[in-house]
């Protein structure tokens, strides 16, 4: 645990989660990225168009968790899947394979969830993607998370997501990754 500025711990109950205008705020939204996921400059540099690109998909949305301050201390975002983007067409062989490719149909993807390293293991992950799945239409969730026991795929399982395809492979990507998919709502 991260102590604030202040020397205590961040408190949870003083977050805020609410939409989100990502495209007003990608650069807070990637600086937030990069400290919990560990990104390079070059890495935020290309991620700023992925996320510009990725709001442009219909039914797109994200949702934001700010501090008492209204400082961006995490975010979700995501959208209605579509088999011909990028995401899609490298998960998708590793999915036919395990007999999954149906969860490409009809599921939300969950694109990027990241809160600050000092304000993680308080809830804050779990509402965000609680909140922003309980919007969507589709009867399921699909998200992909670095392939090793981690407390992100823990929250994942707890929530109700189970492993569709592993070691899944994205050029250019250092680690292999796991396709995780949920029906939803999900578990609470």
């Known amino acids: 645990m991260t102590p604030s500025a202040g020397g205590a711990a961040p408190d949870a109950r ?21 400290q919990a996921f560990g990104l390079s400059a070059e890495e935020v ?7 510009l690109r990725h709001l ?3 039914g797109a949305r994200a949702l934001g968790a700010t501090n008492a301050d209204g400082r961006l201390v995490g975010f979700v975002y995501g959208m209605p899947n579509d088999r011909a983007q990028w995401w899609s067409s490298v998960v998708e062989p590793y ?12 599921s939300f993807t969950i694109t990027e969830l990241h809160v600050l390293p000092a304000y ?5 992950g779990r509402r965000l993607i609680t909140t922003l799945t309980d919007s969507a239409t589709e009867p399921r969730s699909i998200l992909s998370a670095i392939d090793t026991e981690s407390p992100a795929r823990a929250l994942y399982r707890k929530l109700g997501y189970r492993d569709l395809a592993r070691r ?12 995780m998919g949920a029906e ?3 578990r609470r």
């Open 120 to 124: 993680q293991h308080r809830g804050i």
């Open 168 to 179: 899944v492979l994205f050029p250019s990507a250092p680690c292999p990754y796991a396709v």
């Open 184 to 186: 939803l709502p999900l």
């Open 45 to 51: 540099a290309v991620r700023h168009h992925i996320v």
């Open 95 to 106: 999915l036919r394979r395990a007999g999954n490719d149906a969860w490409l149909d009809d």
């Open 14 to 34: 003083d977050i805020v989660v609410a939409p989100l205008d990502l495209a007003a705020s990608v650069d807070e939204a990637l600086d937030v990225q990069a």
């Open 56 to 58: 442009a998909s219909p």
